[in-house]
């Protein structure tokens, strides 16, 4: 599926946050079309994911971090309304799987939440990260912290947490409006580029292993329980 087709579909409905954009004229628009333009061509998405010839991993791995911040944005967006503190008193994925709030400022501690306000403050808090010039530099000009790729595996993490409270909560919601194919092939995506450069973990990933050895052909992995 398209990247454009993926937006125009969703964007008929509601945006959970505003879309983020790269400014023209800069290496990480540069990649950001180049990314669109082989989505757009059809090619496999494995083979989309990989690095391009020559350019720099923190510029690609940037790049994707805001394009799957805008998509999973307006996935949630179009369910968010029956996300609810009645529906969904906590952030979970199943009975297994609870997930508690953290981030330093506000919440010290890990603190249980309803999936509804964990996804409102963890969006405030990715928003925050992708504004910090010091965290994400608008031009090549500016160099890239050194714990960049760490920073970005945990944003990654828990935006996958997202794509777990909506694939176990809420698919009856994205099957309702015809958006299963859609939220599929984004997170086709979303997991091929995480796991062609290891930035999320196969203990995070696993609440939706079964489904991604049945979607993206990729073979279980046993996690050991620590």
């Not at 906590?90 to 709030?101: A, V």
Request: hydrophobic letters at 35%; charged letters at 20%.
């Amino acid at each position: 599926m398209a990247l454009n087709n993926f937006f125009d579909f969703f964007q008929k409905g509601k945006t959970f946050r505003p879309k983020k954009k790269f400014a023209h004229g800069t290496i990480r628009y540069s990649l950001h079309k180049q990314a669109c333009a082989s989505l757009n061509s059809g090619i496999n998405l494995r083979t989309a994911v990989k690095l391009p010839q020559g350019e720099d991993l923190n510029d690609w791995i940037a790049v994707h971090v805001v394009d799957f911040f805008n998509r999973i944005n307006l996935i949630y967006g179009t369910i968010s309304e029956y996300c609810t503190e009645q529906t969904c008193p906590t952030m979970s994925g199943g009975p297994r799987f609870e997930y508690l709030w953290a981030d330093g400022d506000k919440f010290k501690k890990p603190t249980p939440l309803p999936a509804r306000e964990y996804i409102s403050y963890l969006m405030d808090w990715i928003e925050m990260q992708i504004n910090n010039q010091a965290l994400f530099p608008c031009t090549s000009d500016l160099p890239f912290p050194k714990n960049f790729s760490s920073h970005c595996s945990k944003i990654l993490a828990r935006l996958h947490r997202v794509f777990v409270h909506v694939y176990i909560h809420h698919f009856q919601n994205i099957v309702a409006i015809s958006a299963e194919a859609h939220v599929n092939t984004c997170y086709k995506h979303f997991y091929y580029f995480v796991t062609e450069f290891d930035l999320v973990s196969r203990k995070e990933l696993e609440p939706l292993q079964e489904m991604a050895s049945r979607i993206c052909k990729d073979p279980p992995v046993e996690v050991k329980s620590q």
